[in-house]
Antibody, heavy 121, light 112 residues
Framework: EVRLVESGGDLVQPGGSLRLSCAAS????????IHWVRQAAGQGLESVSA????????FYGDSVKGRFTISRDNSKNTVFLQMDRVRMEDMGIYYC??????????????WGQGTLVAVSS | DLVLTQSPLTQPVTLGQPASISCNSS???????????LNWFQQRPGQSPRRLIY???NRDSGVPDRFSGSGSGTAFSLKISRVEAEDVGVYYC?????????FGGGTKVEIK
């Protein structure tokens, strides 16, 4: 069974930092790219970041570029999202999502259950 | 970024009746490989999104055949032939033809 389990969501102050994790199981993790997609409360979905299967290629949405860093450890089947200089508008549920490969023309399929990031002073 | 516009915002439906959701793209979704990476996701209340349809018309394993996708170029639709109670939720179209991935604003399907 494919599983993606996010963790690390918490209450953070504006300007603070947070590190999200996504632990994968049930598939060959090193064969897949991984995305982070977020959803503000009652709102739609926004692509935040992505990492290639080998970790060498990364993508960031304009709203997080220069503040967030995505990485992965294939020996631990885990993807990380380091969130620095967090803003109010970063608040929401962060989903880890699997993709068949990295780049346009890829297909995302399976989503984790999400982890909640709250931002407040 | 490529913009996807969904309509309607809310779709009240009687059980057993059909429902249709439209998704229009600001630009053609034909990839350089000739395929169209337009997908549909269902998000039931309190759950994470689940993919229903990929590449316009392909239904995912386990998805009931009352769900169907169609479209080409910039206009796409998701149809539910006979709505059941378990279909309540928000439906999103999503494109993977260009990056960043973008999603439609969502259509809420509710029972009248």
């Amino acid at each position: 069974e494919v599983r993606l389990v996010e963790s690390g969501g918490d209450l953070v102050q504006p300007g603070g930092s947070l590190r999200l994790s996504c632990a994968a199981s049930g598939f060959t993790f090193s064969n897949y790219a991984i995305h982070w997609v977020r959803q503000a409360a009652g709102q739609g979905l926004e692509s935040v970041s992505a990492v290639s299967d080998n970790g060498l290629l990364t993508f960031y949405g304009d709203s997080v570029k220069g503040r967030f860093t995505i990485s992965r450890d294939n020996s631990k089947n885990t993807v990380f999202l380091q969130m620095d200089r967090v803003r109010m508008e970063d608040m929401g549920i962060y989903y880890c999502v699997r993709a068949d490969y990295y780049g346009p023309g890829s297909l995302i399929d399976f989503w984790g259950q999400g982890t909640l990031v709250a931002v407040s002073s | 970024d490529l913009v996807l516009t969904q309509s309607p915002l809310t779709q009240p439906v009687t059980l057993g009746q059909p429902a249709s959701i439209s998704c229009n793209s600001s630009h053609s979704l034909v990839h350089k490989d000739g395929k169209i990476y337009l997908n549909w996701f269902q998000q039931r209340p309190g759950q994470s999104p689940r993919r229903l349809i990929y590449k316009v018309t392909n239904r995912d394993s386990g998805v009931p055949d009352r769900f169907s996708g169609s479209g080409s170029g910039t206009a796409f639709s998701l149809k539910i032939s006979r709505v059941e109670a378990e279909d309540v939720g928000v439906y999103y179209c999503m494109q993977g033809t260009q990056w960043p991935l973008t999603f439609g604003g969502g259509t809420k399907v509710e029972i009248k």
